[in-house]
Nanobody, 115 residues
Framework: QVQLVESGGDLVQAGGSLRLSCAASGSIFSFEVMGWYRQAPGKQRDLVATITSGGRRNYADSVKGRFTIFRDNAKNTVYLQMNMLTPEDTAVYYC?????????WGQGTQVTVSS
């Protein structure tokens, strides 16, 4: 089974930027959709952004215009570019790969935005 490993989480000041990476141990084309989710303390895990194997993107309203999801098929990696970060973006960010046959989650990477 393909495994997903996130990286790039860090402590950043409000207004700053981060780029998260999600590296797959196999081909990301094994997933029909890949996405980023986040979970803040005491809250449910919420969708941030998704990208299909055909490149169609979808974003949560709270991140539209600030975050960009993109993929490098040659590197089997999906990225989340996050700009204009606010303290409300503080959460553990999880990478997800979904297909008809399986769903895989990464272990998560912590993003903390200070005011």
């Amino acid at each position: 089974q393909v495994q997903l490993v996130e990286s790039g989480g860090d402590l950043v000041q409000a207004g700053g930027s981060l780029r998260l990476s999600c590296a797959a141990s196999g081909s990301i084309f094994s997933f029909e959709v890949m996405g980023w989710y986040r979970q803040a303390p005491g809250k449910q895990r919420d969708l941030v952004a998704t990208i299909t194997s055909g490149g169609r993107r979808n974003y949560a309203d709270s991140v539209k215009g600030r975050f960009t999801i993109f993929r490098d098929n040659a590197k089997n990696t999906v990225y989340l570019q996050m700009n204009m970060l606010t303290p409300e973006d503080t959460a553990v960010y999880y990478c997800n790969g979904h297909s008809t046959y399986h769903t895989v989650w990464g272990q998560g990477t912590q993003v903390t935005v200070s005011s």
